[in-house]
Each structure stands twice: as C-alpha cells, then as structure tokens.
C-alpha cells in the first residue's frame, strides 16, 4: 500500500525547490543581457571579444550563447579578417538588454604575393577561432569544404584555434608555394587529454603524395624533397 507523506515532508521537499526557483530568478534579475545586431555576412560572421575573451562570432550570439554580463563597465571589441576592429564601450543595467548595432569598415591591405599557400581546417566544434600568425581571420567554418580555404604566403606561419571552454591548439605551418596544407582535429574540453591532429600537405604535382604529421611533427609540415 502506497504510503502518503506527511504535511512536514511536504514542506522539506518544496522549501529546497523554491528556494533554487527564488535563486535562478534573482540570478536573471541581476545580469544584463547584451545582443548583436549586423547588416551583413560580413559583420555577422565577425569574431567578437568581451572585456578581452572571445565569445563566439556574432551571428551565433543568442539563444544558449546569449551573451549575459555583470552590472558594470564592459569593452566589445569585434574583428574581421580585413576590416577594422569595431569598439564599443556599453554599461550593463540589471535585468536590461542592449543592443550592439556592429557595422565593419574596410581597411587598407597591402598587395598579396604572387604565389600563394592554401590552408584548409577541419576542426570540430566548427565555431572555433581562427588565428594566423596571432590574428583573427575568421571561424573555422569558414575554411572547410570544397572551395574554401585560407590563402596565405609561403613560408612559416602559426595557426591558433581557441573556443570558450575548450583547450586552445596551436601549431606551426611551413608550406611551399602552391601547396595545401590541411589541418584536422577536435578541441578537447578543458580538463580532457590533449588528442594528436592530423595535418596533411600536398603541392600542385601530380606524384607528390600528401604527408601525414602528428602534433609531435607539426613544426614540420612541408613535404619531404
């Protein structure tokens, strides 16, 4: 026969919940929320920093990713691979939410070399960061796929990939002209072991088969002679 619990045994049970309830509400009530607004892929794809940390490239700002802050001063910086850097200081009210209207200006870039190096990155999760030689130049999505791919010069270069909550990888490049190189691997949540990637090259000639290189070999990644 079920048993029913007594008043006083209701109480233990509701007081606890409620109290959570009471905390979650007044947790909501005191962070401000802070939502981006941009005209076109450009700034929608751009990368955006709070207060100096990266938070996600802007179109993925909302729902979960929501940006919530403290009362108080916060710095927005956003960036684009050849664009200038938007800034914009806001004051976070409790409870209120602000929109960033971000619009990205063109900024002056010098002539590309002749010949060019192409880097392709495949790494999961697909929203992470991209730096070259320690700037932002786009997300990872950016540079996967048939037909897209990162164009830089020959020669050494460092490619950093960083995501809130998730190891940062970094490793060296050297390609050749006209070579691929591809970088493959999946960010590790912070705490978890470190994986090996897969970073791959190939030039434009036929018989030049690609190289595989693990982490331990990424300095290194052009092909053997």
Do not use: C
């Not at 233990?12 to 607004?37: C, H, K, R």
């Not at 590309?112 to 392709?120: E, N, Q, W, Y």
């Not at 320690?134 to 164009?151: C, D, S």
């Not at 090259?201 to 693990?214: C, F, H, K, L």
Request: charged content about 20%; hydrophobic content about 40%; cysteine-free.
């Amino acid at each position: 026969m079920k048993k029913a619990l007594r008043p006083s045994l209701w109480a233990m049970f509701l007081i606890p919940t409620l109290l959570l309830s009471l905390t979650a509400y007044a947790g909501n009530d005191v962070m401000g929320e802070i939502q981006f607004e941009g005209k076109s892929d450009i700034e929608k794809t751009s990368g955006v920093w709070v207060d100096g940390e990266y938070v996600g490239y802007l179109k993925e700002l909302k729902g979960s990713k929501t940006v919530l802050l403290l009362p108080g001063d916060h710095e927005i910086l956003v960036r684009q691979d050849g664009y200038k850097d938007f800034k914009e200081k806001v004051i976070v009210q409790p409870g209120q939410k602000q929109v960033v209207i971000v619009s990205m200006e063109k900024a002056a870039t010098g002539q590309l070399p002749d010949v060019l190096a192409t880097v392709k990155i495949e790494v999961i999760p697909s929203r992470a960061a991209v730096f070259l030689d320690g700037l932002f130049v786009g997300h990872v999505g950016e540079f996967k796929g048939p037909g897209r791919g990162m164009l830089v010069a020959p020669g050494t270069h460092q490619i950093k990939i960083a995501l809130p909550g998730y190891q940062t990888f970094e490793t060296d490049i050297n390609p050749l002209a006209n070579q691929k190189v591809q970088i493959k691997t999946d960010l590790v949540k912070n705490g978890a072991p470190l994986a090996k990637p897969l970073i791959t090259t190939e030039t434009s000639d036929a018989g030049q088969a690609p190289v595989a290189r693990d982490s331990a070999q990424a300095g290194q990644a052009n092909p053997e002679k």
